[in-house]
């Protein structure tokens, strides 16, 4: 069971101690109050170069861009900035979020489908480089904006793509979901873009899933886009230069125990597309770069027996490590006290979801242990509430130790909100 580390070169165990690039846990967080999160910078920047180098070898043009939705502390927004990334935001607090993280608005991207006239207004006067749209009235008013402004707006239309039914039934985003505009239809987006004099309809955006990790699947979608860019390229006269792949890649280490290569997908971009010099190829990717680059550590607080079944409580639960259909949240232990009773873990919340993973584990667990919780990373903090409990502190790994870096919400601070009191 803990030959899972196998897939994570920063963790190691000797004389059954859990060390993280070659310190050791238990006297890690010694001094500090558990929960907390711990990023590990290092890994995300092995991550980020791994892409995109593997990518960058077959792949002219490439640009890689970070997904703040999927973890947007300031420190990894700087980081990615630092490493040559661009970041992909759905709002404008994200957005205000990299331009704080240093990053210029024209290595900006901008989803969403309901995107608020404010939102427009300050991307396009601030010369946002990548706004993706995906319904004609949002075109119509990103025009206006852009006449009042007297510029040409670059703009890219987020399509969804002809997929077998197969491919679709394993998708996360499915054809007839909120996100995108179904392939044909999006046409007459190209089309009006196409005669406005404040548009430029430079490229073809496509995000449908998270956790990928299908060769197969990017054959058939890069055969449809290549044929649909060749179509809007002959018959409407659009120049396409720009072809936005989305995100969605599992994570490094998933990528590696599926058996899936990097280097390979670079492969099947340059192959199936034409004139793949001419177009920038854009990844938006969050999950693949943070999951694994995150980790928690929590305590043990009971244990306890019903049903034939060991449970063992933590104080970390579901109000952080939010449940969602492609979370990979496994627990090991600091201290490998060796096989035990098969346990399943749960957080502390009064909730049935509040558990860790349906997968029980069995190396033995008592009160007090310290656990460590992989695959943190991705759409965890983002998405986190206080429900009954402050959110817990972020460190960040350094070589000298480890460094706050978000302290933990403040329980009477947490009081005097509830109260509207200073
Ligand atoms: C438009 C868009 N791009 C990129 C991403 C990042 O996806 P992932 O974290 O799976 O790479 C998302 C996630 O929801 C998204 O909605």
């Excluded at 700087?78 to 709002?91: A, D, N, P, T, Y």
């Amino acid at each position: 069971m803990l030959d899972i580390i196998d897939h994570y070169p920063y963790l190691s165990y000797e004389d059954k101690k859990l060390l993280i690039q070659q310190i050791d846990i238990e006297s890690l967080s010694e001094d500090k109050k558990t929960p907390f999160f711990l990023f590990l910078p290092k890994r995300f920047e092995d991550n980020v170069l791994e892409i995109k180098t593997k990518l960058g070898k077959s792949i002219p043009n490439l640009f890689i861009s970070y997904a703040a939705k999927a973890n947007y502390l300031g420190k990894i927004l700087q980081k990615s900035h630092k490493l040559g990334l661009g970041i992909e935001v759905m709002s404008l607090f994200e957005l205000k979020l990299a331009e704080k993280a240093g990053m210029r608005l024209d290595e900006v991207i901008f989803n969403g489908p309901a995107k608020t006239s404010e939102e427009l207004n300050y991307a396009i006067s601030n010369k946002i480089g990548h706004l993706n749209v995906e319904s004609l009235n949002e075109i119509k008013e990103i025009e206006s904006i852009a006449a009042k402004h007297e510029i040409v707006q670059n703009i890219t239309v987020r399509i969804h793509p002809k997929l077998s039914e197969d491919t679709e039934k394993r998708l996360l985003i499915k054809k007839n979901s909120k996100l995108g505009i179904d392939f044909s239809r999006a046409v007459k987006l190209f089309e009006y873009a196409k005669k406005s004099p404040h548009l430029n309809p430079v490229g073809v955006h496509t995000h449908v899933g998270t956790n990928l990790t299908s060769h197969d699947f990017y054959d058939e979608l890069l055969e449809f886009l290549n044929d649909y860019i060749l179509d809007l390229e002959s018959k409407l006269e659009i120049s396409i230069s720009e072809i936005n792949l989305g995100g969605g890649l599992a994570s490094k280490s998933t990528l590696e125990k599926e058996n899936f290569q990097i280097d390979k997908l670079g492969k099947q971009v340059s192959s199936k597309i034409e004139n793949i010099a001419n177009k920038t190829i854009i990844f938006e990717l969050g999950r693949c770069l943070i999951e694994d680059s995150f980790i928690a550590i929590t305590k043990v607080l009971r244990t306890k027996k019903s049903w034939g079944r060991k449970w063992a409580f933590t104080d970390i639960g579901a109000n952080t490590l939010i449940p969602m259909r492609y979370s990979h949240y496994s627990a090991i232990p600091a201290l490998n006290k060796g096989k035990g009773q098969y346990t399943n873990i749960g957080g502390p919340l009064c909730l049935p979801v509040d558990i860790l993973s349906e997968e029980a584990v069995n190396f033995e667990i008592d009160e007090s242990d310290l656990l460590i919780v992989l695959n943190c990373g991705a759409y965890t903090l983002s998405m986190s509430e206080q429900f009954g409990y402050p959110r817990p502190a972020i460190y960040q790994l350094s070589e000298k130790g480890i460094d706050l870096i978000k302290p933990a919400d403040d329980l009477e601070q947490m009081i005097n909100d509830s109260f509207h009191l200073n």
